[in-house]
C-alpha cells in the first residue's frame, strides 16, 4: 500500500493576482480553460467552509485597516493555504468523510484572520483553498512572520502532522517545501504554460496578418488577447525565476551522479527530466516574449504592462 502523506502548502499574494486566486477559487466562471482538469459539472459540490464576506482583497484591506497595519505598496496581503492528501487516502471515502478531514484541518489554523476556506471536489484530488491575511499577533502586517523561512516552514509541516495523526495515524509527514520546492515542478505551473501557449498562438494568427486596411481593427482584438496574455506572461516569469535555482541544483546533481555512475541510474534519469522539463518552460515562455517584440510598437507603447515585462525579461 501506498503511503499516504498530509499535505500543507503555502503562497503568497500582494496585489492584482488576489482576483486571480478568488476567481479560481470561487469558481466565478463559466469555465477554466487553464485548467482542464476542473470539471465544471462536479462543481456543485464543492464545499465552504467559510465563507467570504467580501472580494478576497476588500476583505483584506479591511481587516488590514481594523489592525492598524502598516504596509507597503509590495505588502503580501493574503496568503492561501493548500491543504490535502495522497490521492489514496481519499480512496472510499464519501462526501461527509472528506468533508471532516478538510474541518479538523481547518481547526489547524483557525486562529488566523481567514478569508474563504474552499474545498474543490471538481477536480482529480480533493484539496482545500484556505485564504488569510497574515496578521501577527501584536498587529502587524507581516507573512515573512507567519509563514517564515525555511526553519519555519518545517515547523508548519511538523505541527500540521502532529494535529492531523491524532485523528488520522495511517498519515504520514509530507516534506517541506523548504527541501523539495524547487524541485519539485507544480503540474499547475504546465497547466498555466499551456494556457499561454495557447494565447500566444491565438496572438500570432492575428499579428501575422496586420495591413493598413485591417490594422485598427486587428489592434482591438490583440488588446482584448494582451489583457489575458500579459499577466499569464508576469506570473510565469516569475516562476522561472524561482525554477532556474532549480536548474542549477539538477545540473550539479547531474554532474555528481555521472562522476559516480557512468550509467543513468534511476535517481539521475529523474534528475534529468526534471531539467529537460524546466528547460522547455524556458523555451516555451522565451517563445511568449519573443511574440511581444513582433507587436507593433505603437500599440505597445500604450501598454506599460507589456513595456514592464520585457523590460523584466531583459534583466533575466
Avoid at 9 to 30: S, V
Avoid at 133 to 146: F, H, M, N, Q, Y
Avoid at 158 to 165: A, Q, R
Amino acid at each position: 500500500m501506498k503511503a499516504q502523506y498530509g499535505i500543507l502548502r503555502f503562497a503568497k499574494y500582494k496585489g492584482p493576482e488576489i482576483g486571480h486566486i478568488e476567481a479560481h477559487n470561487e469558481r466565478t466562471k463559466e469555465k477554466y480553460t487553464s485548467n482542464p482538469d476542473v470539471d465544471m459539472s462536479r462543481s456543485k459540490y464543492n464545499l465552504h467552509l467559510i465563507k467570504p464576506k467580501r472580494k478576497y482583497r476588500a476583505e483584506a484591506e479591511k481587516q488590514i485597516y481594523g489592525a492598524g497595519c502598516r504596509t507597503r505598496s509590495d505588502s503580501v496581503r493574503v496568503v492561501e493555504a493548500l491543504i490535502t492528501a495522497s490521492p489514496e487516502f481519499f480512496k472510499g471515502k464519501k462526501r461527509a468523510e472528506i468533508k471532516e478531514y478538510f474541518s479538523y484541518a481547518l481547526d489547524f489554523i483557525k486562529a488566523h484572520q481567514i478569508i474563504s476556506a474552499v474545498v474543490h471536489m471538481d477536480e482529480k484530488t480533493p484539496h482545500m483553498h484556505l485564504c488569510f491575511v497574515p496578521i501577527t499577533e501584536d498587529g502587524r502586517l507581516s507573512a515573512k512572520d507567519i509563514v517564515g523561512n525555511k526553519k519555519k516552514l518545517t515547523w508548519w509541516q511538523d505541527e500540521f502532522w502532529k494535529h492531523m495523526v491524532k485523528k488520522y495515524p495511517t498519515l504520514e509527514r509530507g516534506e517541506s517545501m523548504s527541501k523539495t520546492g524547487r524541485k519539485h515542478i507544480s503540474p499547475s505551473i504546465f497547466k498555466e504554460m499551456v494556457h499561454l501557449t495557447k494565447l500566444r498562438g491565438k496572438l500570432d494568427e492575428l499579428i501575422v496578418g496586420i495591413n493598413p486596411l485591417n490594422k485598427k481593427a486587428r489592434l482591438d482584438e490583440i488588446a482584448e488577447l494582451l489583457d489575458k496574455f500579459l499577466p499569464a506572461a508576469e506570473r510565469m516569469g516569475r516562476n522561472l525565476k524561482k525554477y532556474k535555482t532549480a536548474i542549477n541544483e539538477l545540473e550539479a546533481e547531474n554532474d555528481e551522479l555521472a562522476k559516480k555512475n557512468k550509467a543513468l541510474t534511476d535517481k539521475s534519469k529523474e534528475s534529468l527530466l526534471k531539467k529537460l522539463q524546466i528547460a522547455q518552460l524556458e523555451r516555451d515562455y522565451a517563445a511568449a516574449m519573443d511574440l511581444l517584440g513582433r507587436i507593433p510598437p505603437d500599440f505597445l507603447i500604450n501598454c506599460k504592462k507589456s513595456e514592464n515585462i520585457i523590460f523584466q525579461e531583459n534583466r533575466r
